[in-house]
């Protein structure tokens, strides 16, 4: 499965106009009534949100800037993706005509900060082309498909795998897709949600059919988890000590045996003393 390292500062950046023109707006907490007739998942959205706050997701100025940035930050850091898209900014390439027409060299030179320069210039010249030859080249017109129309054409172009599809169709066209990356399995797997090795669609399904089905919900959703994820639930050094999802952490993992180990520790030191 690809990998999607939104390694920069999450939460700082406006929300981005929506395909439809619409502009994206700060997702509340959800109230109290709803949290009471869902599932576990939202309590799990309902630290993080209150821990954190919204966290304005995607940040970008278009929805064609979030299509370039799902398929540069493949692989990369986030900040490494903002210096590529700032080159292609300032040589006046942030479109689909302008990719289209250019170089692939010439492309491939201005995203080199997101590593894989080469590939990635090619990823990004079969979208446009994509683009062109299905929609005339307008993303306005492409995100008016039906959502599993669309998500099959994008998982057919070059380059575009289950997680960059989906960052497209919900962050950039306001779809209801749910986006699963390897914090996610992290987080699932350490609390005990999921067990073993579940593939993209199995944790994309458990999420879309538990969850009321509101992509500015799943957009929300999936940016606390990439925060908690890159602060908290990290790879080799997880912080569960003070993390916002610590009070959900079952018993019975052995994150949490561990926590309560050294108060059970002292506990008994100062019973003795």
């Known amino acids: 499965m690809e990998t999607d390292s939104r390694n920069g500062e999450i939460g700082t950046s406006r929300a981005i106009p929506r395909a439809d023109g619409d502009v994206g707006k700060v997702l509340p907490t959800p109230i109290a009534s709803m949290v009471k007739q869902s599932n576990d998942l939202l309590r799990y959205y309902e630290a993080m949100s209150m821990a954190l706050g919204p966290m304005h997701w995607w940040p970008a100025k278009t929805p064609f800037e979030v299509i370039v940035g799902a398929i540069l930050t493949q692989s990369t850091s986030w900040g490494n993706v903002e210096l590529a898209i700032d080159n292609l900014r ?89 986006v699963v990356d390897a914090y996610t399995h992290r987080i699932l797997g350490r609390h005990g949600i999921t067990g073993g090795k579940p593939n993209y669609e199995t944790v994309r399904a458990l999420f879309e059919d538990r969850l009321p089905r509101d992509p500015q919900l799943w957009n929300e959703f999936h940016a606390l988890i990439v925060n908690t994820g890159k602060n908290w639930c990290r790879k080799s050094v997880p912080r569960c000590e003070d993390c916002p999802l610590r009070s959900l952490l079952p018993a019975t993992s052995p994150l949490a045996q561990f926590l309560l180990a050294p108060r059970e520790s002292a506990s008994r030191a100062g019973a003795s003393a």
Do not use: C, W
Not at 97 to 124: C, N, W
Not at 132 to 148: A, H, W
């Open 90 to 178: 300032a040589a006046r390439m942030l479109t689909p005509r302008a990719i289209l027409k250019a170089r692939t060299s010439r492309l491939a030179e201005l995203v080199r900060p997101s590593g894989y320069f080469r590939q990635k210039a090619k990823k990004l010249k079969a979208f446009v082309r994509f683009l062109q030859n299905e929609y005339d080249g307008s993303v306005k017109r492409m995100f008016q498909s039906p959502t599993l129309r669309l998500r099959e054409e994008l998982l057919s172009v070059h380059g575009i795998g289950p997680e960059t599809a989906d960052s497209i169709l919900l962050y950039a066209g306001n779809h209801p897709v749910f």
